[in-house]
């Protein structure tokens, strides 16, 4: 860090004795910090597509084989990424910082009720001609010579199940989302039921199968064809959306211990190593072998590593709660933690510097700039906030300082203790909010994260869940 200091003789001798003192630490925890980005960025390059470059969505089309068996163009908005990476969704499935992935979220939860009931309301669409049938609302039964069942699931049902278990009519009646999941075999289909117009939405071969698709894991029943087009995850062996658990496959990783139960707590530190792009890890990566190699030569790797990972928690936790339905990745709020220590070293040492109000203005400068930067999107300005505030806490606490007088010292410990107090009790409060109240009363704070140049510029930075989609 280029800075410059008082001369050693104007400064008293106790102060001149404590600045001998080397600091020259070797930079182990920034060696460490910089080969897991770069690991984990090489394993997302090999493992995920790169989603076209740009600021907004993309609309891809294509012609397929719909679940009404007929050739039909059918298109979805992909998510761009200007920073050269996989798209959103892909991200998610990483390990990026995701609400919804982490807790039983409330809203998320009332949406999905939202959709069982709306299905309850569907029946079988029937296409006898072809002998195919699908879910759908009536007014989705639209094909040339098909038939709508009201209150009929296709497949699915007490005469086409095999399981002595289920042989009970109390099973089958109610709401679709209480049935059991026993779909009929196709050989029984072929050779067990009766031909009856009864029975014809067991007769009829299945088209159409739930798909998850979307950063919300929105629940489709469309065709697989049409499923891999619209990059979701298919699930073959249902019938309905309420027989599968779209949050799990969205989210990926270990799955939850169970199903519709997100508890995957360890996103709140997993996205700090992770990145949206090459260009993303780039600037990251000359971040910290400049600015974190030099404070850890000074600090020590235990202190810098200490501010690193709790700035990079804080501010994961902080944007959970204000922007909890946008993903995020990125070293950021723990690289402005590093910032805000990089402040706190001025602040403490001030006597030593020959220009200290220069060496905090640059500083300030620079923090401001970064904040503008972050109202781009793809970038997490919460993450910035809360990493900064971790960092300016845990650095009084932690970070090497000089004592000037003995009532400096009494000064700086009992500033030392003040901190680190607040910092456990702000940490406690964020976990409280995130995973019980779950609420946010901040209305306009999305323009601190994105400044909307165009309708859909910011459209990802949203703080609630978009409309889900039909059928």
Not at 353 to 377: D, N, Q, R, T
Request: net charge negative; with cysteine.
């Amino acid at each position: 860090m280029d800075r410059e200091y008082v001369t050693l003789n104007k400064l008293p001798p106790e102060v001149r004795k404590q600045m001998r003192v080397k600091f020259d630490n070797r930079p182990y925890f920034t060696t460490w910090v910089m080969f897991v980005n770069i690991l984990i960025m090489v394993i997302t390059i090999a493992t995920q597509s790169i989603a076209p470059i740009g600021f907004t969505d993309k609309l891809v089309t294509t012609q397929l084989l719909r679940h009404n068996l007929a050739y039909e163009t059918v298109g979805y908005n992909q998510t761009t990424n200007f920073w050269i990476g996989p798209d959103y969704q892909s991200m998610i499935h990483l390990g990026a910082k995701y609400s919804p992935c982490m807790r039983v979220d409330k809203e998320y939860m009332q949406s999905i009720e939202s959709d069982v009931t709306v299905e309850d309301e569907t029946g079988c669409c029937i296409r006898k001609d072809l002998n195919a049938c699908w879910q759908s609302a009536q007014d989705g039964c639209t094909s040339s010579f098909a038939e709508w069942k009201s209150g009929k699931v296709c497949g699915l049902g007490k005469d086409g199940c095999q399981v002595a278990a289920y042989n009970n009519d109390t099973l089958w009646e109610g709401a679709y989302s209480t049935w059991p999941n026993c779909p009929i075999s196709s050989e029984y289909r072929d050779t067990g039921i009766s031909t009856e117009e009864e029975f014809a939405h067991l007769k009829c071969e299945v088209s159409a199968r739930p798909c998850c698709i979307g950063l919300q894991g929105e629940c489709v029943i469309i065709s697989q064809e049409e499923c891999e087009f619209r990059q979701g995850f298919f699930h073959e062996n249902n019938t309905l959306c309420s027989q599968v658990s779209c949050i799990t496959s969205i989210c990926g990783l270990s799955g939850f211990l169970f199903d519709n139960t997100p508890d995957q707590f360890y996103r709140a530190l997993l996205p700090t190593f992770m990145h949206t792009g090459i260009i993303h890890v780039l600037i990251t990566l000359v971040f910290q072998a400049t600015i974190l190699r030099d404070m850890e030569k000074f600090a020590g790797w235990w202190r810098i590593g200490f501010i690193y990972m709790a700035s990079g928690i804080g501010g994961t936790m902080l944007s959970g709660i204000l922007i909890p339905y946008q993903p995020e990745v990125g070293a950021s709020g723990a690289l402005y933690g590093i910032l805000a220590s990089l402040i706190v070293e001025v602040v403490v040492n001030w006597k030593i510097y020959k220009s200290p109000v220069m060496e905090l203005g640059k500083l300030l400068l620079l923090v401001i700039f970064l904040f503008l930067v972050g109202l781009l999107p793809w970038i997490d300005n919460f993450a910035h906030i809360g990493g900064f505030l971790f960092g300016f806490l845990t650095a009084f606490v932690v970070l090497p300082h000089i004592n000037f007088s003995e009532e400096d010292r009494i000064a700086k410990l009992v500033v030392q203790i003040a901190c680190g107090v607040l910092a456990v009790v702000l940490f406690g409060l964020l976990f409280i909010v995130f995973y019980l109240a779950q609420t946010s009363t901040c209305e306009n704070c999305s323009y601190i994260n994105c400044i909307p140049f165009t309708d859909s510029f910011c459209q990802d930075s949203t703080m609630e869940l978009r409309p889900r989609l039909g059928n």
